[in-house]
DNA sequence: AATTCGCACAACCGCTGCACT
DNA sequence: GAGTGCAGCGGTTGTGCGAAT
């Protein structure tokens, strides 16, 4: 039985053989590709172009990096994950010579199991454990701080200006959140990408891209690190403190992925680079939230998020990184700071 | 030594989105 | 707008191999 593409054919299934691969490489090498459903019978194989395609891709591509996974790449797959969710392709974006292939069964054999045995659940990136289990287990922190770490636990906090976080308690419907730096996919022909600092871009593009959002992008004077504020802007100037169980902690994430899988799909980059650079203006000559922008089919993008707002003055003592993987409150400690990376 | 088990990875399958007619 | 073909994607299954029994 072959595929649906070629279920005329007599196509073989299986592992491919070295002589195989030889006549899919010298094919390859020497034509280029084409359209793949050719390809099998110009290069002699009793295959079908998709498994020639995906043999290609994932195996015989001459710029595929072998090799175990470095602790630098593992993080970034969980980052991206955290904010894009099991697609694997984009994740596989950030991590040059790697494979979306080779990035989920990475991710499946390996980063879910840690995750779980870290005590959150590999699909939201939230803690398993309840929140008053938590609070049995340390007492430090307030169930405000646990509510935000139980709806982020993975966000990824490097902010040493707590001043700066105090003054801009808001409402947010999306966590405020800031990511290590992560590279920026290395294909950079149709795509823009976020400020950089020390030449690497310090916010995720999905996020970048996202009009919903203002970045800021600050140097602490102490520590140099990157602090990133994700401010919604459509919600800025209210003040709806919210409680440990008025979210649902997995709710926004949807949302946020939703909408950013809409936009991300749905803009071209020209006008994104426009749109962002507009909004950025916007937002500095502004400094106010602009509700109108509609960015596709007429539909209100504020209104794909629900309220789910923080309050940042109750958060926020300084996570810092802690490990190779995970990150930790730098001034008490806490449950939190057992979330250690173990080895794989 | 033979068998079982678990793991990592390769490959397949079905679906979706896009481009073209 | 509908139909078609294709590439790409993500979930799932199959395979090989080493460790454990």
Wanted: some cysteine; aromatic content about 6%.
């Amino acid at each position: 039985m072959g595929h649906h593409c070629c279920s005329k054919q007599k196509v073989k299934r299986g592992l491919w053989s070295p002589e195989e691969d030889e006549k899919l490489i010298r094919y390859i090498t020497t034509n280029g590709h084409g359209c793949w459903s050719s390809v099998p019978k110009l290069a002699g194989l009793q295959r079908c172009g998709k498994s020639c395609r995906l043999r290609w891709i994932n195996y015989l591509r001459p710029d595929l990096k072998r090799g175990s996974f470095s602790a630098q790449e593992e993080r970034t797959i969980i980052d991206v994950h955290r904010i894009v969710g099991n697609r694997w392709a984009q994740i596989a974006k950030y991590l040059p010579g790697r494979t979306d292939n080779e990035v989920k069964n990475f991710w499946n054999s390996c980063i879910k199991k840690k995750l779980i045995a870290q005590g959150l659940d590999p699909n939201t990136h939230h803690l398993l454990l309840p929140i008053d289990q938590i609070n049995n287990n340390n007492n430090n922190i307030n169930a405000c701080t646990l509510s935000h770490i139980h709806q982020q636990p993975t966000a990824l906090v490097c902010s040493s200006n707590t001043q700066m976080i105090k003054d801009a308690k808001m409402d947010m419907k999306s966590p405020f959140m800031t990511l290590p730096p992560l590279p920026p996919p290395p294909d950079t022909s149709n795509s823009i990408h976020p400020p950089s600092l020390h030449g690497i871009s310090a916010i995720p593009p999905f996020e970048f891209l996202n009009p919903n959002y203002v970045w800021m992008t600050t140097v602490s004077d102490q520590n140099q690190h990157a602090v990133m504020e994700l401010v919604n802007r459509s919600s800025m100037g209210r003040s709806t403190p919210i409680g440990p169980y008025q979210i649902n902690p997995s709710g926004f994430e949807v949302l946020e992925e939703n909408y950013m899988r809409d936009t991300i799909a749905s803009l071209e980059p020209r006008k994104q680079l426009e749109g962002v650079q507009q909004q950025q203006e916007d937002k500095v000559c502004e400094g106010k939230a602009d509700n109108s922008k509609e960015l596709r089919n007429g539909e209100n993008i504020d209104n794909s998020f629900d309220s789910c707002s923080f309050d940042l003055e109750l958060e926020y003592s300084g996570l810092l990184p802690c490990g190779t993987g995970m990150y930790c409150s730098s001034t008490s400690s806490s449950c939190i700071d057992q979330l250690t990376w173990g080895d794989c």
